[in-house]
């Protein structure tokens, strides 16, 4: 089981980049737009890196949902090898069979 703090702290990253998804969007559209002039494009830059750090998604790290393990993590199921492990063997998991010989 991964600190309680650090599970928290990557949910308070995770709250924050929803909450300032729709304005680092438009700052960086018109950062990135040719039409517009060199000051207004560099004002939105300045203005990009005054946002708070954790509000960038690069932040957020990836963790199982059951134990806030950050490696060895599948995306596609959202838990780390050793969870899927334990899911698979006890056939938890629709599709994944613990193998045998």
């Known amino acids: 089981m991964a600190k309680k703090s650090s599970v928290e702290k990557n949910n308070r990253r995770r709250a924050m980049t929803k909450q300032f998804a729709g304005k680092r969007k438009r700052l960086k559209d018109l950062a990135l737009d040719q039409s517009k ?4 494009r560099f004002a939105a830059r300045i203005k990009l890196a005054e946002l708070p750090r954790n509000s ?9 949902e059951l134990t806030g393990r950050s490696r060895g993590y599948y995306r596609k199921l959202k838990v780390c090898r ?8 006890v056939g938890m998991i629709p599709g994944i069979v613990k ?3």
Do not use: H, Q
């Open 56 to 64: 960038a998604p690069s932040r957020i790290r990836n963790r199982c």
């Open 37 to 40: 002039t060199n000051e207004e």
């Open 99 to 101: 193998s045998s010989w």
């Open 82 to 89: 050793n969870v899927l492990r334990e899911l698979a063997a």
